[in-house]
Each structure stands twice: as structure tokens, then as C-alpha cells.
């Protein structure tokens, strides 16, 4: 069957064919099934249903680990966030094909999920699951090493305010002055070999896995398997913003709320120095770094394409227009997550760049990820905001759906009927 064949232009590893097999024979077996039944488009897509409701139990798992402390959660609100996010348009509309998504979201949240609550051993077999499906997965393998250090990191810190706090220092409360003494604390932390062994004795399995990783890249030449010419690795910093532009547009009840647009006015009054400082560098990325793949051009069945020629081809200068947008979406992101410690947030941010500014094609897959681990960790919403997230993403799916089973289209050289999708 389907299995024995490979397909040079595929270019993730074979994870959820290895599993696909790896479900699909026994049950054939048990089920006395013939070859045709077991490789039939159903029973793959039937293993992506799978993934989905482990998906959805995984999100409300993580949403109840991460979330402990707050007592004025009711039940019913992590059920409904978990809910909305198992619903989550890009992610949700792959459980329907036979895309790596849905398996590559439940590896890498389950492995997350071990690592919170300390199964480390676990989580790096997990994140190796992972990694399977997508290799760009290792750097949520990274991110979960990351929180135990962070944690770490974060209990130490809190040892060294205390003994300033004893000591009396007066100290200038400046975000500036604070940035430097978190990262000289950093350095110094990290200098030591006593807390480098103590590190090293909690991540040494994500250590081992990492250490693959580069064995993998090294050999394979690249981190790509089958069609290179498609996928090469670039600085594609524009990446970040239209990452940032993403999440805005799909959790708008965090973000972009009235009130938050005025404390962003606020922040700008304040700090205009900084502010301009990030608009020169932003203008710099988008002019020096902005990069359009040739999918994204030739390609007219996916959404990405649209907004590119929609927004982004109007005009040359639309680009540099939407920095201020950024700006805010940026501050807005960042605003949300002021309840994580420094040291997660400087962790999940490198992560972040490491998961988005290397990849050449606008995708938006390869934002679903970095949403949800975002959307997981921050605060929960009145129940109005949360409702109004949800009816927003069933509206999406809806719209989504409608387009991919009716607007079909014809290519002029191909006789297949071609479909919209994201």
C-alpha cells in the first residue's frame, strides 16, 4: 500500500506515516481489513480525529497545570478555552486531511505537559515523537528545557531580591536599570559551574535530544529532508510581524481592546525615544529582510497568497505602513504575557525567532505552535471575551469550510479540481 512509496518532495520525516502504519495495521489485523480499507483516505483521517480530541484533552490539561494558582477560574472556563482552542481555524481545519498538524500540536503539547509537571525524561521521548512529524519541533523541545530553566532561574532571582530588599538598596525603578540587573544576574547565574551541573542533572534528557538534532542536521546536510530548493533556511525577520499580526487578528479579545489601545498611547507618550528606536529598526527588517517565496506567489489555493496581494502587493510602501500595527501588536503580546517571569518570557521569545524568522514562506502553519503555547499562558478572559473568541473561530471554520468544498476552481493545465485552503 500507500506506505512503501515516498515521495522525494515531501520534506518532514515520517513520523505520522510511521504511526499511521503503526495503527492502521493491527487494526486491519484484528479487524480481518483488507490492504485497500487500511490505506484508504478515511482511516488516515480518522487517525488525525484521534490527534484532535487529544488535542482538545491536552489543552484543557495544560490550561488547568498552567493556571493552578488562580482560584477564580471556574471549570467551566478552562473546558470553553479548551474548547475554543481545539477549534482554532488553522489548526482545526487540518484534523479533516491528512496534514502532519494535528499529530505534530498533540507531541509537542503533550511534551510540554510532562515537562510542567516534571516527567522530564517523558517529555524529551514525547518532544523525539514531535520532532518526527516536523523537525522545526526540536525547538519546542528547546522551549520545554527552557521552563525548567527558567524556573530555576526565576527562584534564584527571587532569592537575590530579597537579600537587595534586606540589604536596603535604593534602587531607581526603571525598566532600563531592571533589563541590565536581570541580565547581569543572568551572566553571573550561569557562569557558575555549581548551577550549570544542577541544570545539566535536570535537562539531560532534552540535552541528549537536542545533541541528535545537530547529529541529524549534520548528516543529513540540512535540516530538511526530501526538496530542498523549496525550503531553504533564510533571516526572513518580517516573519515576526506578521506572526505577531496573526495572533492579534485570532485572539482580538486579548488584544485589541479598547483599553489596551489606550495604555499602548500611554506607553508611547512615555517612552518615545524607545518607541522610535523599534520603528527604525522594524522599517530596516522589512526593507532589508523581507523575502517572497514562490509558493506564495504561484500558488492561489491558499489564503496567504491573498492577503499578499491584497495588502502587501498594493503598494510598495504598504510594507513600511503597517509598522505601526506591528508596534502595537508587538506591546499588546508582550503586555499579555506580564504575569510570566522575565526569564520564560526572554526563553519563549528566542524560541519564537527560532520557530519563525528562519522559514521563507508566509505559512501560517507554522504559526499554530507558537499561538497556542502563547495562548496557554496567559490570563483568562471575562466569560463574555472568551465567548465572543469562541463564536469568532466557529465563524472562521464556518467561512473556511464553505469556500473549501464550494468555491472550487480549475488550473488551466491541471484536471483536478483545485480548492481554497489556508
Not at 499511521?20 to 483516505?41: E, F, I, N, Q, R
Not at 516527567?119 to 526540536?138: D, E, P, V
Not at 525598566?175 to 557562569?191: A, G, I, K, N, P
Not at 533564510?234 to 516573519?239: A, N, V
Request: aromatic share 20%; glycine share 4%.
Amino acid at each position: 500500500g500507500v506506505a512503501l512509496q515516498w515521495d522525494p518532495m515531501i520534506t518532514t520525516l515520517p513520523g505520522l506515516y510511521l504511526l499511521s502504519v503503526g495503527v492502521a495495521k493491527p487494526a486491519a489485523w484484528l479487524l480481518g481489513w483488507t490492504g485497500s480499507v487500511v490505506c484508504s483516505v478515511g482511516m488516515l483521517r480518522f487517525i488525525n480525529l484521534l490527534f484532535s480530541a487529544g488535542n482538545f484533552y491536552l489543552l484543557y490539561l495544560l490550561l488547568f497545570k498552567i493556571h493552578q494558582k488562580n482560584k477564580a477560574v471556574s471549570g467551566f472556563q478552562r473546558i470553553l478555552s479548551a474548547l475554543t482552542l481545539a477549534v482554532f481555524p488553522t489548526l482545526y481545519f487540518f484534523t479533516f486531511l491528512y496534514y502532519t498538524d494535528p499529530g505534530s500540536v498533540f507531541f509537542t503539547l503533550f511534551s510540554y505537559l510532562m515537562c510542567l509537571y516534571g516527567n522530564y525524561k517523558t517529555s524529551a521521548l514525547l518532544g523525539f515523537c514531535g520532532f518526527m512529524f516536523r523537525q522545526t519541533n526540536i525547538v519546542w523541545t528547546v522551549f520545554c528545557a527552557g521552563n525548567v530553566i527558567a524556573e530555576k532561574l526565576n527562584e534564584a532571582w527571587k532569592i537575590e531580591l530579597q537579600k537587595k530588599k534586606d540589604e536596603k538598596m535604593s534602587s531607581r525603578k526603571g525598566s532600563f536599570s531592571d533589563l541590565t540587573r536581570t541580565l547581569q544576574f543572568l551572566v553571573e547565574y550561569l557562569l557558575s559551574p555549581k548551577n550549570l551541573i544542577t541544570l545539566t542533572a535536570l535537562t539531560w534528557p532534552y540535552i541528549i535530544l537536542v545533541t541528535l538534532f545537530f547529529v541529524f542536521v549534520f548528516v543529513n546536510g540540512g535540516i530538511v529532508v526530501g526538496d530542498r530548493s523549496s525550503h531553504e533556511a533564510c533571516l526572513h525577520f518580517p516573519q515576526l510581524f506578521y506572526f505577531l499580526s496573526f495572533t492579534v487578528f485570532f485572539s482580538f479579545p486579548h488584544l485589541l481592546t479598547p483599553t489596551k489601545i489606550r495604555k499602548f498611547l500611554v506607553s508611547l507618550r512615555k517612552h518615545p525615544v524607545q518607541y522610535s528606536l523599534i520603528t527604525v529598526i522594524s522599517l530596516f527588517l522589512i526593507w532589508k529582510f523581507t523575502y517572497v517565496h514562490k509558493y506564495l506567489l504561484a500558488d492561489n489555493r491558499h489564503y496567504t497568497f491573498y492577503v499578499w496581494r491584497k495588502v502587501f502587493q498594493r503598494h510598495e510602501l504598504v510594507k513600511y505602513l503597517l509598522v505601526p500595527f506591528y508596534l502595537f501588536a508587538g506591546w499588546s503580546f508582550a503586555d499579555a504575557l506580564k504575569s510570566k517571569s522575565v526569564f520564560w518570557i526572554l526563553m519563549y521569545f528566542v524560541c519564537l525567532l527560532a520557530v519563525t524568522v528562519p522559514q521563507k514562506l508566509l505559512e501560517f502553519r507554522y504559526f499554530i505552535l507558537p499561538f497556542l503555547i502563547y495562548r496557554l499562558n496567559i490570563p483568562f478572559l471575562s466569560l463574555y471575551r472568551q465567548l465572543l473568541e469562541l463564536a469568532f473561530y466557529i465563524l472562521v471554520n464556518a467561512v473556511t469550510f464553505y469556500l473549501f468544498l464550494n468555491r472550487t476552481f480549475q488550473w488551466e493545465n491541471s484536471d483536478e479540481v483545485q480548492r481554497f485552503m489556508w
